[in-house]
């Protein structure tokens, strides 16, 4: 097994890949970003399990949460309906 190659100027292990004479160093991610990331995906599960996700034959899986933007825009045009129409009988 050969060793791996150093740059020059920082003493970090290359990859071997080089293009136009760069060469990509061997860096670990920041711990930030990795924990940024990990916590996105955490995010992404939590939400896919409360929220509607799931296409199926008759609808959208609703979720644990029985979140539907659907019924709540057909709440609220029905409550703007009944409003418009209580302003016309007062005229």
Known sequence: ?????RD???GVETTGHEWDGLKELDNPLPRWWLW???????????YW???PAW?????YTPGLLKQSDRANVVKELNAL???RGRGEAML
């Open 81 to 83: 309906q009944a409003q």
């Open 36 to 46: 940024i990331f990990y916590g996105c995906i955490a995010f992404s599960v939590i």
């Open 49 to 51: 399990v409360l929220m």
């Open 1 to 5: 097994m050969s060793e791996r190659e």
């Open 55 to 59: 296409p199926g034959a008759n609808g």
């Open 8 to 10: 020059e100027h920082s």
